[in-house]
């Protein structure tokens, strides 16, 4: 983006007092020129951003950090410009903070290239949908909620229903097949997790082609607000000057959302819906809109929703998942059950799962499964009241079926191993095809429903191959 010229950056160097420090906001008062909104200020180390400008001579600033120390008078610097990133191969096997500055504990970085973080999103005419899946190794999203290569994908659910493991699973199949960088972007959730997926990265020998960046739940609203335009600002270089294809996961999108509500509650403005800002749908989509791929490069995200009480009728779920290709719902029911990944079959999407895109036959067989699942669900009730036996023959075996499918669509997790104590398996499109199309086929079985779960392949299935 081109922003100004040199000489205006210039005289936007000014120096001004504090004026007025009310929680996280600032405000000061610059004799000269004031500085533009989204510029970077400086008080000492403390770095702020302009929200606001209150009147001639007066902005109003979000701290990007705690405001100790800080005191009225106080002399605060304009950089003439907004928050910028180092951006490049510099970046890559690093652990960042909001400005790009490294928290692993090694050198700084050796890049010359930087960009802003405020960034438009491309222009519609540049932007392609590929129709093309990326294959996970995770059956019940394989199955059916396929991924998109070059899209977005929603992983919703309420707190401990297993996002994170989930997330962290899709980070251990995907990122040493990928071919291109990834980049992690942690806002507003625990540091213990990031430091965990630092060393995991390491371990599985991908940290190299990985960038990860974080403003965890310790930190400022504002950070919390902008790492997510940081990280993608990383990311539309690589897609852009580098070509490359880019896969951005995010853990936890609800969490940019709820830093935008404290930014606003901070600025004083009027809250809207359930207390959220009035101004969501625009903040969510300045970030959405830029995840996106061109013919340059593709980015394909991967996003954890974290949804407050449970309730997917709230305002943030509903307007995050307006922008995805794919919506994996995890369900309380099914984590209390122990049927890992925690996937409801019935409420998760894609657009991917269509006959022209998965084929004919993952079509029919997710199509199966579901009908089988749903009709499984309306028997429970008669089965609660008046017992299996009062069922049809027909009805029995549904209920067969669909108990051994739902085991079946469970999978020991590589990122689960530690407290699963089972070793993780990763399961391809095709096996796992394969296993539903022999349950489905099936209507009298001498197995026990048990032998389905927590297994990788179908050991028929396995062998055959
Ligand atoms: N695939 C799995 N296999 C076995 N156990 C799991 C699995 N997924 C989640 N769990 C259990 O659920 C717990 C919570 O998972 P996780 O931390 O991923 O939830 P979350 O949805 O990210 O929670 P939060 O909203 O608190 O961040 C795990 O600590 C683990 O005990």
């Known amino acids: 983006m081109t922003r100004r010229g040199d ?35 400086h008080a000492g180390a403390l770095r702020l951003e302009v929200a606001s400008l209150l009147n001639q001579d007066t902005v109003r600033c979000i701290a990007l950090a705690p405001v100790r120390g800080l005191g009225l008078g106080g002399e605060v610097t304009a950089s003439g ?135 965890q ?55 809207s819906r359930v207390g959220y800002q009035p101004t969501l749908a625009t903040e969510l989509a300045s970030l959405q809109e ?11 995200s991967v996003q954890a929703v974290y949804v407050p009480a449970d309730d997917f009728t709230d305002p943030a779920a509903v307007h995050i998942f307006s922008h995805l290709s794919a919506s994996v719902v995890l369900s309380r029911k099914r984590a209390s059950e122990g049927l890992y990944p925690a996937v409801d079959p019935l409420a998760s999407s894609s657009v991917m799962l269509t006959p022209a895109v998965v084929g004919q036959r993952h079509y029919d067989i997710a199509r199966a499964v579901r009908r089988t699942l749903a009709e499984y669900e309306e028997l429970r009730d008669i089965i609660a009241m008046l017992g299996m036996e009062e069922l049809s023959a027909a009805d029995r075996a549904v209920v067969a079926r669909a108990r051994r499918l739902e085991r079946f669509l469970t999978q020991p997790f590589h990122a689960a191993e530690s407290f699963s104590a ?17 349950i489905l086929d099936r209507s009298h079985f001498d197995d026990s429903e048990m032998d389905y779960y927590m297994i990788g392949a179908l050991p028929l299935v396995r062998s055959a191959a």
Do not use: W
């Open 7 to 41: 000489a205006t950056l210039s005289s936007q160097r000014a120096t001004g007092t504090v004026t007025r420090i009310r929680g996280d906001v600032v405000d000061v008062r610059f004799p000269g020129a004031v500085p533009r909104i989204q510029d970077m200020l």
């Open 81 to 215: 410009a907004p928050i910028e990133v180092p951006v490049g191969e510099a970046v890559l096997g690093r652990m960042l903070n909001l400005f790009g500055e490294p928290i692993d504990g090694g050198p700084a970085l050796q890049t010359g290239q930087r960009r802003p973080i405020h960034r438009p999103p491309p222009p519609l005419e540049e932007r392609v949908v590929r129709g093309a899946v990326l294959e996970t190794g995770i059956k019940a999203l394989d199955l059916l909620s396929p991924i998109e290569r070059g899209g977005k994908t929603g992983l919703f659910g309420g707190a401990g229903v297993g996002k994170t493991v989930l997330i962290n699973e899709l980070i251990h199949n995907t990122v040493s097949h990928h071919h291109g960088v990834s980049l992690f972007c942690g806002i507003g959730e625990r540091s213990r997790e990031a430091e965990e997926l630092y060393r995991e990265m390491a371990e599985a020998g991908v940290r190299d082609q990985t960038v990860m960046l974080f403003g």
């Open 217 to 271: 739940m310790n930190e400022a609203p504002g950070v919390r607000f902008l790492v997510g335009k940081a990280a993608l600002t990383m990311a539309e270089y690589f897609r852009d000057e580098l070509r490359q294809d880019v896969l951005l996961l995010m853990d936890n999108v609800f969490r940019f959302v709820q830093a935008g509500a404290e930014v606003s509650g901070l600025l004083g403005r009027m809250p």
């Open 290 to 300: 830029r995840i996106t791929s061109t013919r340059n490069g593709a980015i394909t």
């Open 422 to 438: 089972t070793p993780g398996h990763r399961v391809s499109i095709e096996q796992t095809l394969a296993g539903c199309e022999a």
